[in-house]
Structure formats: C-alpha cells, structure tokens
C-alpha cells in the first residue's frame, strides 16, 4: 500500500473578517475521510512573514515555523479568495519566500468570492506557480458569491457539486502527488 502523501493546505487571506476558515474546515473534513493524505495547515492570518525579501536573522526566525510545513508537503491545496480579480498579497509574499518547496510538487485549488468564485486569481496563481516548477491540478473548487452558499454552520447548502469537485481535485492531486514523489525519490528534479 502507498503510504500517505503529506498535503499542506495553504489559508490564503488575513483579512479581518474573511471567509477563508469555514471553506478549509469543509475541505478538511473531505481530506480526512481520506486514508491516501495527512494533511498540515499554514493560515496566513496567524503568519507573520517578513514583506522585504531580505534573508535577515528576524526572517528566518519568522519562516521557521512556515518553511518546514511547505518543505515536508507532497503536494498543497493553496485556498485562496479573489480580490480585486486577484489573490492576496500575503498569499503572494509566502509564495515569493519559497522557492524550492514548490518545485516539481502539485498544487490544487479552492477558492471562493462573488460571481467569478475566485476563478480569476486561481488563473493568475497558475502562472506564478508554473514559474516555480510546480504542476498545477486542473480541477479546481470554487464558490461562486461564497458567503450565501453556506449554512450558519458553515456547511455548503447544496453540498452535491461542492462534494463532488472536491473527491475530483483530491483523487487528482494524489495521482499527482504519488507520481511525482516516485519521481522525485528516483531522480531529483533538476529543472
């Protein structure tokens, strides 16, 4: 049997308010009926990282807790809202942290917003991961005007496309995430 593939869910926003909390809680809950992922959970509203790219001792200090998580992750989930037709910057500046973590690993996406669901910043994350050597999942989750889709406690209202995408996206980031780690044990990635 494959053992376990180590997810990294990344809680994309630090806004005051937001909405990304009760989306990772319905995702965790899909990953943990799964027995194939174990998945860790970096929240950007409880990382403080550094905004200058200057590698200094208080930057490594305040990586330290977030770089080890990205570092052991098999593949991610990066849950991310749409701002602005974009994503937001604290989920760009970990990104722009890290580079190696990323490389030759999948990421899958979640995200949610108004009536595009997030979709146009999950299209813009494509192309900054695909800088980095990562290979982005197809499929994505989306929740389209996010904060009517859910129940009061915080569980989607009409849960059979939601649930379904997301067996989708998880069946496809472990295929993904099973193939590259053979790959990578067997011949590192050089690219």
């Known amino acids: 049997m494959t053992p376990n593939l180590n997810l990294t869910l990344v809680i994309g ?7 990304g909390p009760v ?30 790219l200057a590698r200094t001792p208080e930057a490594a200090d ?25 994503f937001p910057a604290a989920l760009k500046n970990l990104i722009d ?12 996406f979640v995200s949610y917003g108004g009536l595009s669901g997030g979709l146009r910043a999950v299209e813009q994350l494509r192309q900054v991961f695909a800088e980095l050597h990562a290979v982005t999942v ?22 059979t496309g ?14 993904w995430g099973t193939a590259l780690k053979e790959a990578r044990e067997k011949r590192p990635y050089a690219g």
Do not use: C
Request: without cysteine.
């Open 162 to 175: 939601p649930d379904a995408a997301a067996k989708t996206m998880l069946d496809q980031l472990v295929w």
């Open 13 to 19: 926003s630090n806004r005051h308010g937001r909405f």
């Open 138 to 159: 197809r499929d994505t989750v989306s929740f389209h005007n996010a904060g009517d889709s859910f129940d009061a406690q915080g569980r989607p209202k009409d849960p």
């Open 23 to 52: 989306v990772a809680d319905w995702l965790l809950g899909h990953v943990r009926q799964r027995d194939d992922l174990t998945a860790r959970v970096i929240d950007l509203a409880e990382t403080d990282l550094p905004t200058s």
């Open 97 to 108: 942290w890290h580079y190696t973590e990323w490389r030759a690993k999948p990421v899958a």
């Open 62 to 86: 305040a990586l330290a807790g977030t770089t080890p998580k990205l570092s052991a992750a098999d593949a991610f989930v990066v849950l991310t809202p749409e701002y602005n037709h974009s």
